[in-house]
Protein backbone atom coordinates (compact mmCIF):
# COMPACT_ATOMS: atom_id res chain seq x y z
CA UNK A 1 0.00 0.00 0.00
CA UNK A 2 1.54 3.37 -1.05
CA UNK A 3 0.94 6.59 0.60
CA UNK A 4 -0.46 9.70 -1.22
CA UNK A 5 1.60 12.61 -1.51
CA UNK A 6 -0.45 14.45 1.11
CA UNK A 7 -0.09 10.96 3.57
CA UNK A 8 3.64 11.02 2.61
CA UNK A 9 4.25 14.96 4.12
CA UNK A 10 2.08 14.68 6.96
CA UNK A 11 4.43 11.56 7.81
CA UNK A 12 7.63 13.59 7.09
CA UNK A 13 6.59 16.33 9.12
CA UNK A 14 6.45 14.24 12.55
CA UNK A 15 10.06 13.15 12.19
CA UNK A 16 13.31 14.98 12.49
CA UNK A 17 14.48 17.32 9.85
CA UNK A 18 18.01 16.50 8.93
CA UNK A 19 20.39 19.75 8.92
CA UNK A 20 20.24 21.59 6.03
CA UNK A 21 23.91 21.41 5.33
CA UNK A 22 23.79 25.83 4.59
CA UNK A 23 22.06 26.40 7.77
CA UNK A 24 24.07 27.77 10.64
CA UNK A 25 24.07 25.70 13.87
CA UNK A 26 22.52 28.66 15.30
CA UNK A 27 19.43 28.59 12.98
CA UNK A 28 19.55 25.10 13.47
CA UNK A 29 18.86 25.49 16.85
CA UNK A 30 16.44 27.67 16.42
CA UNK A 31 14.81 25.14 14.31
CA UNK A 32 14.60 22.65 16.47
CA UNK A 33 14.12 24.49 20.03
CA UNK A 34 11.43 22.01 20.81
CA UNK A 35 14.08 18.87 19.97
CA UNK A 36 16.30 20.70 22.33
CA UNK A 37 13.71 21.37 25.32
CA UNK A 38 13.06 17.83 24.91
CA UNK A 39 16.43 16.70 25.19
CA UNK A 40 16.78 18.71 28.18
CA UNK A 41 13.65 17.14 29.84
CA UNK A 42 14.83 13.69 29.18
CA UNK A 43 18.37 15.13 30.90
CA UNK A 44 16.40 16.34 33.95
CA UNK A 45 14.44 12.85 34.30
CA UNK A 46 16.65 12.09 37.47
CA UNK A 47 16.15 14.89 39.39
CA UNK A 48 13.15 15.05 41.84
CA UNK A 49 12.04 18.30 40.88
CA UNK A 50 11.81 17.05 37.55
CA UNK A 51 7.84 15.79 38.72
CA UNK A 52 6.77 19.04 38.57
CA UNK A 53 4.17 19.69 35.97
CA UNK A 54 5.55 20.21 32.68
CA UNK A 55 4.57 23.89 31.95
CA UNK A 56 6.00 24.74 35.46
CA UNK A 57 9.26 22.90 34.44
CA UNK A 58 9.58 24.05 30.98
CA UNK A 59 7.94 27.33 31.97
CA UNK A 60 9.89 30.52 30.02
CA UNK A 61 12.70 28.37 28.41
CA UNK A 62 10.43 28.13 24.69
CA UNK A 63 10.59 32.28 25.40
CA UNK A 64 14.08 32.41 26.80
CA UNK A 65 16.14 29.69 24.63
CA UNK A 66 15.33 31.44 20.95
CA UNK A 67 15.86 34.73 22.30
CA UNK A 68 19.43 33.53 23.85
CA UNK A 69 20.21 31.59 20.32
CA UNK A 70 19.38 34.83 18.60
CA UNK A 71 21.88 37.26 20.96
CA UNK A 72 24.80 34.49 20.29
CA UNK A 73 24.39 34.42 17.06
CA UNK A 74 24.72 38.68 16.45
CA UNK A 75 27.56 37.67 19.10
CA UNK A 76 26.49 39.34 22.15
CA UNK A 77 28.20 39.04 25.51
CA UNK A 78 26.08 39.43 27.77
CA UNK A 79 22.01 39.28 27.86
CA UNK A 80 19.62 42.17 26.95
CA UNK A 81 17.94 44.01 29.30
CA UNK A 82 14.59 42.13 28.13
CA UNK A 83 15.49 38.72 28.23
CA UNK A 84 17.34 39.88 31.46
CA UNK A 85 14.16 40.35 33.42
CA UNK A 86 12.13 36.97 31.87
CA UNK A 87 14.87 34.91 33.29
CA UNK A 88 15.09 36.26 36.57
CA UNK A 89 10.90 37.29 36.84
CA UNK A 90 10.05 34.24 34.76
CA UNK A 91 12.16 31.59 35.53
CA UNK A 92 14.14 32.38 38.20
CA UNK A 93 11.51 33.24 40.84
CA UNK A 94 9.39 30.29 39.86
CA UNK A 95 12.33 27.88 40.41
CA UNK A 96 11.87 28.98 44.40
CA UNK A 97 8.18 29.56 44.12
CA UNK A 98 8.39 25.47 43.08
CA UNK A 99 11.03 24.49 46.21
CA UNK A 100 13.93 23.66 43.82
CA UNK A 101 17.16 23.29 45.13
CA UNK A 102 19.19 26.00 44.67
CA UNK A 103 22.13 23.42 43.05
CA UNK A 104 19.61 22.46 40.47
CA UNK A 105 18.78 25.60 39.30
CA UNK A 106 22.50 26.11 38.00
CA UNK A 107 22.21 22.27 36.90
CA UNK A 108 19.54 23.00 34.74
CA UNK A 109 21.12 25.58 32.64
CA UNK A 110 24.30 22.85 32.19
CA UNK A 111 21.89 20.36 30.95
CA UNK A 112 20.27 23.31 28.22
CA UNK A 113 24.08 23.28 27.39
CA UNK A 114 24.61 19.87 26.59
CA UNK A 115 20.64 19.14 25.25
CA UNK A 116 21.69 22.07 22.70
CA UNK A 117 25.39 20.06 21.83
CA UNK A 118 23.00 16.81 21.60
CA UNK A 119 20.57 18.15 18.85
CA UNK A 120 23.15 19.63 16.85
CA UNK A 121 25.54 16.73 16.99
CA UNK A 122 22.19 14.77 15.97
CA UNK A 123 21.86 16.48 12.73
CA UNK A 124 25.17 16.51 12.25
CA UNK A 125 26.34 19.85 13.29
CA UNK A 126 29.56 18.65 15.15
CA UNK A 127 31.89 20.79 12.93
CA UNK A 128 34.43 24.36 14.28
CA UNK A 129 31.12 26.21 13.82
CA UNK A 130 28.89 24.39 16.01
CA UNK A 131 31.89 24.57 18.75
CA UNK A 132 32.18 28.31 17.84
CA UNK A 133 28.29 28.54 18.53
CA UNK A 134 28.36 26.33 21.67
CA UNK A 135 31.22 28.74 22.77
CA UNK A 136 28.73 31.63 22.48
CA UNK A 137 26.04 30.31 24.25
CA UNK A 138 27.96 29.00 26.88
CA UNK A 139 28.94 33.28 27.54
CA UNK A 140 25.29 33.60 27.34
CA UNK A 141 24.46 31.00 29.41
CA UNK A 142 26.48 31.86 32.36
CA UNK A 143 24.88 35.61 32.48
CA UNK A 144 22.05 34.25 32.75
CA UNK A 145 22.66 31.93 35.61
CA UNK A 146 23.13 35.18 37.62
CA UNK A 147 19.71 36.77 36.45
CA UNK A 148 18.36 33.46 37.36
CA UNK A 149 19.86 33.61 40.70
CA UNK A 150 18.92 37.16 40.96
CA UNK A 151 15.29 36.11 40.47
CA UNK A 152 15.87 33.25 43.18
CA UNK A 153 16.88 35.85 45.76
CA UNK A 154 14.66 38.31 44.56
CA UNK A 155 13.00 38.70 48.65
CA UNK A 156 16.32 39.05 50.13
CA UNK A 157 17.74 41.64 47.55
CA UNK A 158 14.67 43.75 47.73
CA UNK A 159 15.25 44.10 51.03
CA UNK A 160 18.78 45.53 50.65
CA UNK A 161 17.80 48.20 48.26
CA UNK A 162 18.30 51.23 49.50
CA UNK A 163 20.95 50.46 51.88
CA UNK A 164 23.98 50.85 49.13
CA UNK A 165 24.02 47.34 48.94
CA UNK A 166 22.29 47.03 45.25
CA UNK A 167 24.50 45.94 42.34
CA UNK A 168 25.01 48.23 39.54
CA UNK A 169 24.21 47.56 36.49
CA UNK A 170 26.51 47.34 33.55
CA UNK A 171 24.38 50.02 31.47
CA UNK A 172 25.38 52.05 34.45
CA UNK A 173 28.88 51.47 34.10
CA UNK A 174 29.12 52.53 30.45
CA UNK A 175 27.36 55.93 31.47
CA UNK A 176 30.08 57.02 33.78
CA UNK A 177 28.74 56.10 36.89
CA UNK A 178 32.10 54.79 39.14
CA UNK A 179 31.31 51.03 41.35
CA UNK A 180 32.53 51.91 44.43
CA UNK A 181 34.34 48.17 44.87
CA UNK A 182 36.54 49.64 42.11
CA UNK A 183 39.60 51.41 43.10
CA UNK A 184 40.15 54.66 41.87
CA UNK A 185 44.04 55.37 40.49
CA UNK A 186 45.68 57.61 42.51
Same mark, same amino acid.
Given at each position: ????????????????????? !??????????????????? @????????????????? *???? /???? /???????????????? !?????????????? =??? !?????? *?????? %? $???? %? =? %?????????????? =???? @????? *????? !???? =??????? $?????? @????????????????????????
Amino acid at each position: MSLSDDQHELAQGDRAVPANA !GASPYELLLGTVDEVIAEW @RSLLKRDPWASLPASRL *VDSF /PEIL /PKMLRLARAGATHIDD !GLRHVIADAHGHFR =RVD !GVPLAS *VTDEWA %C $LKRA %C =R %CVLEAHGANDGDAD =RAME @RLDVL *VDDAV !GYTL =RGYYRPE $LDSLRG @RGLERREISDRRRGIADRREREDD
